[in-house]
């Protein structure tokens, strides 16, 4: 079962009735019923689960299921997640020559 936080593009530290409805129309136009019927049953189920504020405390006490390990690529991969950056971003940041151009 994939998160349904993850699938509707939300954090769950920041999340009402409004947002989720917002995100839920959102996701409607990129999996339409008619172009993309598996994605929007996921869709439409992460919106079940997630609609009102009753319903997201009920999910978040009482399902916790081993994540699949596409939710945790995602968490793991997720924008604005720190990197190391590369040497070549380095040198760049830095204002240096390239030492191989030299």
Do not use: C, K, N, W
Not at 10 to 32: I, K
Not at 89 to 96: C, E, M, N, V
């Amino acid at each position: 079962m994939s998160d349904p936080y993850r699938i509707l593009g939300l954090r769950r530290e920041s999340v009402d009735d409004a947002a989720v409805q917002a995100a839920y129309l959102e996701g409607l136009r990129a999996h339409a019923p008619d172009r993309d019927p598996r994605g929007f049953q996921r869709l439409r189920i992460a919106y079940e689960q997630l609609r009102t504020r009753r319903r997201r405390l009920e999910h978040d006490l009482f399902h916790h299921e081993v994540p699949a390990l596409a939710d945790l690529a995602a968490r793991l991969l997720a924008p604005g997640t720190p990197r190391r950056p590369s040497p070549e971003q380095i040198r760049r940041a830095l204002g240096t020559a390239d030492p191989a151009a030299r």
